[in-house]
């Protein structure tokens, strides 16, 4: 179990035994302070929410967790939160699952954390942060419900599986890892995997992010175009034969950002691709494939 598994675990169980110590069922309701909510824009919504409450349901055939969400009337992060789900495609059929009435997440108080930094970093105003234990002050352990509050929306991605896909259909003529160099014949480190694709073919966005680099006529990477993913993950297009997106701007997934070509220092026509974590490449056959 990995450490982010093991304190969703955690916090699914503190949760349920909150409940238990309040004295709430499954189908019980909490009686909390009310706070204003935040609406879509961001904006504080100008009525109080209702108390926090939730429903138990059963997992059925073809259920799918945006379909739940959809039913319901609340996002799928909401309820990849308060069931602490770590992979939205893992739903397993028959299992009971929480729907809360109102939006928001379910946070565990670490060291440090007070009213104030936790409203900060959630962008939610201190009244949306609730006690469902504990009270008043903050205090490591304690279990809050952040009313409004949205999940990260790279963590989201990957919980629901949608991480990297195969920026342009062709087929690797060059892996990741050493190799000779096409140049000089020495042994260097191929950060990332060529793919062999015509000319003019489309390239896209391996996953949402944001534009950070797209730039023209390097003598070794040609034009080249460098998106920043959330999580520490970035990609690398190089060698294009035109650029159609501009450093700063959004992309989503699958988005066209170029068109392969033969640009900067190559042997021919390729798509070099590159995905690196917090600085380090990896190979991209490892995360890839995923969302298709
Ligand atoms: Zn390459």
């Not at 939730?54 to 799928?76: C, E, F, K, P």
């Not at 640009?263 to 056959?285: D, E, K, M, Q, S």
């Amino acid at each position: 179990m990995g450490k982010r598994a093991f304190a969703f675990a955690a916090i699914v169980v503190l949760f349920a035994a909150a409940m238990l110590a309040l004295g709430i069922g499954p189908r019980g309701s909490e009686r909390l302070e009310e706070a204003p909510a935040l609406s879509e824009d961001g904006e504080q919504a100008e009525a109080p929410t209702a108390p926090l409450d939730y429903a138990t349901i059963t997992i059925q055939r073809g259920d799918t967790l945006s379909g739940i969400a959809q039913d319901h009337g609340v996002r799928v992060d909401t309820l990849v939160s308060f069931n602490g789900i770590t992979d939205s495609r893992a739903l397993r059929l028959g299992a009971d699952i929480r729907v809360p009435n109102q939006d928001g997440l379910l946070y565990t108080a670490r060291e440090g954390d007070d009213l104030e930094s936790i409203s900060a970093r959630y962008a939610i105003p201190v009244e949306c942060v609730r006690f469902l234990t504990g009270q008043g002050r903050v205090a490591p352990g304690d279990i809050l419900f952040l009313a409004g509050a949205r999940m990260d929306p790279a963590a989201l991605q990957r919980i629901n599986g949608d991480l990297f896909m195969m920026p342009a259909k062709g087929s690797v003529s060059s892996p990741f890892g050493l190799r000779e160099d096409p140049f000089t014949g020495v042994k260097v480190f191929h950060h990332g995997i060529d793919l062999a694709v015509p000319w003019g073919s489309t390239v896209t966005g391996t996953r949402s992010g944001k534009v950070v680099a797209a730039l023209r006529d390097d003598p070794t990477f040609g034009n080249y175009v460098i998106i920043s993913h959330g999580e520490g993950y970035t990609s690398y297009y190089f060698h294009l034969s035109s650029i159609q997106v501009r450093v700063g701007q959004s992309v989503a997934q699958g988005q066209p950002i170029g068109r392969v070509g033969n640009t900067g220092a190559v042997t021919g026509t390729h798509l070099h691709f590159g995905i690196a974590r917090r600085g380090t490449y990896f190979n991209p056959l490892d995360v890839l494939g995923k969302a298709q």
